[in-house]
């Protein structure tokens, strides 16, 4: 175990490294005078200017302005807003609970719904039923995100009135930010509001985080379908059918818990994803994550932002994809075993 520990940390590390190397390589890429990007128009040649371009190191060389832009991010200095001139590291942490809440819920629904569905279309292979799923999985699969948010808003919202359109809670509600969750936040009012705090914020999410578990749930659906099915022919599958044991028993307990250690690389690759497919779904739903605060800093030109931003980001997904792996290799006792 330790061994997998090291080997996930230094994987972890290595690409860590590798994407701050990339990203700060793109970046020296982009037009424009980098003093200029970061604070604003300064008259080259001015006190304030060669005070910025050495703050930022571009007067120095290639590699030199790569160790101080390393030591600059692993120290959590990503720099600051040219709109806010706030700690772009600051506001990343003030947007990223709405958006961890959002992931996780669509992560819940892409989950149950994708597990039950591929279980559903295996033990029913090749009926009209599994046409059915694995067809809607697919379609699913490929609908864009902006235009499928939009349909459901134009269903759900306008005609039936059953959703919200945007936004997190309605704005009756004068709910004090805690934890940053608003579904736990709305229950710490509980006193003021009872329950209709909660209620309200729940309605607001179940739409947004449902345009975005489409893609997971449908890529989780597909390989359920498929691990289930090679589970279910196993030897051991048939011995215990020849024993008597009940069709839930074998489907449920044997079959699917066999099924879930390859379908946990795909349901973490799904998680990381969803970080991604929130920038969509945040600026149709006007969810104010870390998507949508993302978008702003793009049409603002806000360079600061947006590189602290990308770079978060994919530190994010770096670490979630390093955990499924060491998720997997504690469930499958074939990786824990010395090569």
Same mark, same amino acid.
């Given at each position: 175990?330790?061994?997998?520990?090291?080997?996930?940390?230094?994987?972890?590390?290595?690409?860590?490294?590798?994407?701050?190397?990339?990203?700060?390589?793109?970046?020296?890429?982009?037009?424009?005078?980098?003093?200029?990007?970061?604070?604003?128009?300064?008259?080259?040649?001015?006190?304030?200017?060669?005070?910025?371009?050495?703050?930022?190191?571009?007067?120095?060389?290639?590699?030199?302005?790569?160790?101080?832009?390393?030591?600059?991010?692993?120290?959590?200095?990503?720099?600051?807003?040219?709109?806010?001139?706030?700690?772009?590291?600051? #506001? /990343?942490?003030? =947007?990223?609970? !709405?958006?961890?809440? +959002?992931?996780?819920? &669509?992560?819940?629904? @892409?989950?149950?719904?994708?597990?039950?569905?591929?279980?559903?279309?295996?033990?029913?292979?090749?009926?009209?039923?599994?046409?059915?799923?694995?067809?809607?999985?697919?379609?699913?699969?490929?609908?864009?995100?902006?235009?499928?948010?939009?349909?459901?808003?134009?269903?759900?919202?306008?005609?039936?009135?059953?959703?919200?359109?945007?936004?997190?809670?309605?704005?009756?509600?004068?709910?004090?930010?805690?934890?940053?969750?608003?579904?736990?936040?709305?229950?710490?009012?509980?006193?003021?509001? #009872? /329950?209709?705090? =909660?209620?309200? !914020?729940?309605?607001? +999410?179940?739409?947004? &985080?449902?345009?975005? @578990?489409?893609?997971?749930?449908?890529?989780?659906?597909?390989?359920?379908?498929?691990?289930?099915?090679?589970?279910?022919?196993?030897?051991?599958?048939?011995?215990?059918?020849?024993?008597?044991?009940?069709?839930?028993?074998?489907?449920?307990?044997?079959?699917?818990?066999?099924?879930?250690?390859?379908?946990?690389?795909?349901?973490?690759?799904?998680?990381?994803?969803?970080?991604?497919?929130?920038?969509?779904?945040?600026?149709?739903?006007?969810?104010?994550?870390?998507?949508?605060?993302?978008?702003?800093?793009?049409?603002?030109?806000?360079?600061?932002?947006?590189?602290?931003?990308?770079?978060?980001?994919?530190?994010?997904?770096?670490?979630?994809?390093?955990?499924?792996?060491?998720?997997?290799?504690?469930?499958?006792?074939?990786?824990?075993?010395?090569?």
């Amino acid at each position: 175990m330790i061994r997998i520990i090291l080997r996930q940390l230094s994987i972890f590390a290595s690409s860590l490294l590798g994407i701050i190397f990339i990203f700060f390589l793109l970046t020296q890429l982009i037009p424009g005078d980098p003093v200029v990007l970061n604070y604003g128009n300064l008259t080259p040649g001015s006190f304030e200017y060669e005070r910025a371009a050495e703050s930022l190191g571009v007067n120095q060389s290639f590699f030199d302005q790569f160790y101080l832009y390393l030591k600059r991010v692993l120290s959590g200095d990503f720099g600051y807003s040219l709109i806010t001139n706030r700690s772009v590291l600051d #506001e /990343f942490l003030t =947007f990223f609970p !709405a958006t961890l809440e +959002l992931s996780i819920f &669509a992560s819940l629904i @892409a989950l149950i719904l994708g597990v039950s569905l591929g279980v559903f279309a295996a033990v029913r292979k090749g009926t009209w039923l599994d046409n059915l799923v694995m067809s809607s999985s697919l379609v699913g699969y490929s609908m864009p995100i902006f235009w499928w948010g939009m349909l459901l808003i134009l269903f759900f919202s306008l005609d039936l009135g059953w959703a919200p359109v945007a936004g997190r809670i309605s704005y009756v509600y004068d709910i004090e930010p805690v934890t940053g969750f608003m579904l736990i936040d709305s229950l710490y009012a509980y006193p003021k509001y #009872e /329950f209709a705090a =909660f209620y309200n !914020a729940l309605s607001h +999410l179940v739409l947004p &985080a449902f345009v975005l @578990a489409t893609v997971p749930l449908a890529a989780i659906a597909r390989m359920t379908r498929s691990s289930m099915i090679e589970v279910l022919n196993a030897d051991y599958i048939l011995t215990a059918k020849a024993k008597g044991v009940s069709d839930t028993k074998i489907i449920w307990v044997h079959g699917l818990r066999n099924a879930l250690i390859p379908m946990v690389t795909i349901i973490g690759l799904q998680s990381s994803v969803l970080l991604t497919g929130a920038i969509l779904t945040e600026t149709i739903f006007a969810w104010p994550g870390i998507g949508k605060w993302m978008v702003e800093a793009i049409f603002r030109r806000d360079f600061p932002t947006i590189q602290g931003g990308v770079l978060l980001i994919a530190f994010f997904v770096v670490l979630i994809n390093a955990s499924v792996d060491f998720l997997y290799a504690v469930i499958n006792p074939r990786m824990r075993r010395p090569k």
